[in-house]
């Protein structure tokens, strides 16, 4: 005879395993197949895990695997806000704030994308930008990474695409390789190469992504050995200095 002491260990046992079988759903994960068309977990291709931390919207994109290979911060929306509603209609579009994370498939980051950077950016003391304040919100601050983790290149771009200012190149082991102006996608300005110990290789003017004035090119003590003056592209003059 089963009593009624027994009878309630044998439930608490059926809805302890029931509990242990089925994994526990995310409720704050949404999930999407190949298409990025909204999908149940078994058919996903991807997903994306948000949190509201400190009024800000914390969001990671993942393979179905698990691999994330995007993280980035956003303003948080509205309280009370369909949070599914909200991805579907892409309203995060055009509210990134802070540091935004591309990852490659072994887990390593390949870009940084760094938005309100004349808030938040503290490299912006060592690069020469007078950037009016019209075109301030249009800027973004980008890091791209060596697969060993060191900078490769880093510098401005306008409306998420076009380089703008000062962009800085580094060798794979760190050292400076060359620094470039640009004005909204082509060089404009100076061009300059380095040696690994800092001092020049070579400087290049450009204008409207011509050469254009004075290329000096350096010795390997530092001093300049050759000048070439340019007029849109076409050499005008050579001359040896030093001798």
Same mark, same amino acid.
């Given at each position: 005879m089963i009593t009624r002491g027994k009878f309630r260990k044998f439930i608490f046992f059926i809805l302890t395993f029931i509990c242990i079988s089925i994994p526990a759903q995310d409720d704050n994960r949404i999930?999407?197949?190949k298409d990025w068309v909204h999908s149940d977990p078994d058919n996903a291709k991807y997903y994306l895990h948000y949190e509201i931390k400190d009024s800000v919207l914390e969001v990671s994109y993942h393979m179905a695997s698990g691999t994330i290979f995007e993280k980035g911060q956003y303003q948080s929306p509205p309280k009370g806000?369909?949070?599914?509603?909200?991805?579907?209609?892409? /309203?995060?579009q055009g509210n990134e704030v802070g540091s935004h994370f591309y990852y490659k498939k072994n887990g390593d980051?390949?870009?940084?994308?760094?938005?309100? &950077?004349? /808030?938040t950016l503290d490299p912006l003391d060592k690069v020469d930008n007078?950037? &009016?304040?019209?075109?301030?919100?249009?800027?973004?601050?980008?890091?791209?990474?060596f697969s060993n983790g060191n900078i490769?290149?880093?510098?401005?771009t306008i409306d998420n695409?076009?380089?703008?200012?000062q962009w800085t190149r580094y060798t794979r082991n760190g050292y400076l390789f060359f620094t470039a102006d640009f004005h909204f996608g082509k060089l404009d300005g100076k061009f300059i190469y380095y040696f690994n110990d800092g001092s020049l290789v070579e400087m290049i003017s450009y204008k409207k992504g011509i050469k254009s004035g004075e290329t000096i090119k350096y010795d390997l003590?530092?001093?300049p050995?050759?000048?070439?003056?340019?007029?849109?592209?076409k050499i005008i003059t050579k001359e040896k200095l030093n001798n």
């Amino acid at each position: 005879m089963i009593t009624r002491g027994k009878f309630r260990k044998f439930i608490f046992f059926i809805l302890t395993f029931i509990c242990i079988s089925i994994p526990a759903q995310d409720d704050n994960r949404i999930y999407f197949d190949k298409d990025w068309v909204h999908s149940d977990p078994d058919n996903a291709k991807y997903y994306l895990h948000y949190e509201i931390k400190d009024s800000v919207l914390e969001v990671s994109y993942h393979m179905a695997s698990g691999t994330i290979f995007e993280k980035g911060q956003y303003q948080s929306p509205p309280k009370g806000t369909n949070m599914l509603e909200y991805f579907l209609n892409n /309203e995060e579009q055009g509210n990134e704030v802070g540091s935004h994370f591309y990852y490659k498939k072994n887990g390593d980051i390949s870009l940084e994308v760094i938005y309100d &950077p004349f /808030e938040t950016l503290d490299p912006l003391d060592k690069v020469d930008n007078n950037f &009016p304040d019209s075109i301030k919100s249009r800027l973004k601050y980008e890091k791209v990474f060596f697969s060993n983790g060191n900078i490769k290149e880093e510098g401005f771009t306008i409306d998420n695409k076009s380089k703008h200012g000062q962009w800085t190149r580094y060798t794979r082991n760190g050292y400076l390789f060359f620094t470039a102006d640009f004005h909204f996608g082509k060089l404009d300005g100076k061009f300059i190469y380095y040696f690994n110990d800092g001092s020049l290789v070579e400087m290049i003017s450009y204008k409207k992504g011509i050469k254009s004035g004075e290329t000096i090119k350096y010795d390997l003590n530092g001093n300049p050995k050759k000048k070439i003056i340019y007029k849109e592209g076409k050499i005008i003059t050579k001359e040896k200095l030093n001798n």
